[in-house]
């Protein structure tokens, strides 16, 4: 399963941005749960969104809920994660993955995506 990240960059603080990840080749199966997580530099990977490949049913960390949508295309075998009013401590890098329940834990997925940087200034 290859997975490819994209779209991080800089951004001020109360700005949005929209990072993507693709699944590289083949389709991605209907019971599947795609997520996002993110690491800060010296901190672990910490759980942001995931959604629910086949139900479109979505979960969010406390600290990005209302600020954040996941969503899907399944035409493009694509994930979304769009950031709205971004603050200096969602910097960090982004990273999509690939389970099979909205797990909050790191270690519960085998798949994951190489990255990708986001930078909120204040």
């Known amino acids: 399963v290859q997975l490819q990240a994209s779209g991080g960059g800089l951004v001020q603080a109360g700005g949005s941005l929209r990072v993507s990840c693709a699944k590289a080749?083949?389709?991605?199966?209907?019971?599947?749960?795609m997520a996002w997580f993110r690491q800060a530099p010296g901190q672990e990977r910490e759980f942001v969104a995931a959604?629910?490949?086949?139900?479109?049913?979505?979960y969010y960390a406390d600290s990005v809920e209302g600020r954040f949508t996941i969503s899907r295309d399944t035409a493009r075998n694509t994930v979304y994660l769009r950031m709205n009013s971004v603050k200096p401590e969602d910097t960090a890098v982004y990273y999509c993955a690939r389970g099979q329940e909205p797990f909050r834990e790191a270690r519960r997925y085998n798949y994951w995506g190489q990255g990708t940087k986001v930078t909120v200034s204040s």
């Open positions: 959604v629910g490949w086949g139900t479109g049913r979505t």
């Open positions: 080749s083949g389709r991605i199966f209907s019971s599947a749960v």
